[in-house]
């Protein structure tokens, strides 16, 4: 109940039970017919909205409105080292 009343969605896929071979063909398959969209931009996820690391917890709010349609984006400064 809880799932439905918060809207949320799962999904999910395991290899696990195919063979070694199948698993060898469906990369193939996806790098063959899925890799060039998502190359060429033909294949996106949609952004809802991209908020600022400092605001998180406003687009914390916005995520649990589920008001949204795609993903909320969270900004990090780009200029920190990620050595910091």
Known sequence: ???MQRRLTITGSTLRPRSIEEKGSIARALHKEVWPLIESGQARPVI??????ALA???HW??????HFGKIVLEVNSGIS???
């Open 48 to 53: 809802h909205a991209t908020f600022p690391l």
């Open 1 to 3: 109940m809880t799932i």
């Open 57 to 59: 917890a406003e687009a």
């Open 62 to 67: 916005l995520m649990e409105t589920g008001s």
């Open 82 to 84: 990620p050595d910091r």
